[in-house]
């Protein structure tokens, strides 16, 4: 079955860096869309990045710039780079997949538990 883990969550002072991880198993890897979304605390959750098939990616008005996500298919293994990190990133970022390119569209099939970043 698929299974998709996250990883690199923290607490780090506004203007520091975390990358996240997600690893994961079960399905065709290089042929599926792959996304990070976040959901803080009273909100609903939301796209922040997502990369397809071809490794076109798109990303969240708010995060453009500062966040990259990327694909390493040895590794099975989706990222997301976060530098200059402000408070308002604060949230819990889940990584997602699905065979339909949906960018950032919350409809993904395949979710991980999510991890937890916290930026004062």
């Known amino acids: 079955h698929v299974q998709l883990v996250e990883s690199g969550g923290g607490s780090v002072q506004a203007g520091g860096s975390l990358r996240l991880s997600c690893v994961t198993s079960?399905?065709?890897?290089?042929?599926?869309?792959m996304g990070w979304f976040r959901q803080a605390p009273g909100k609903e959750r939301e796209g922040v990045a997502a990369?397809?098939?071809?490794?076109?990616?798109s990303y969240a008005d708010a995060v453009k710039g500062r966040f990259t996500i990327s694909k390493d298919y040895a590794k099975r293994t989706l990222y997301l780079q976060m530098n200059s990190l402000k408070p308002e990133d604060t949230a819990i970022y889940y990584c997602a997949a699905d065979s339909v390119n949906l960018q950032l569209s919350r409809f993904y099939t395949y979710w991980g538990q999510g991890t937890q970043v916290t930026v004062s």
């Open positions: 990369i397809d098939s071809d490794s076109s990616t």
């Open positions: 079960g399905l065709t890897y290089s042929s599926y869309c």
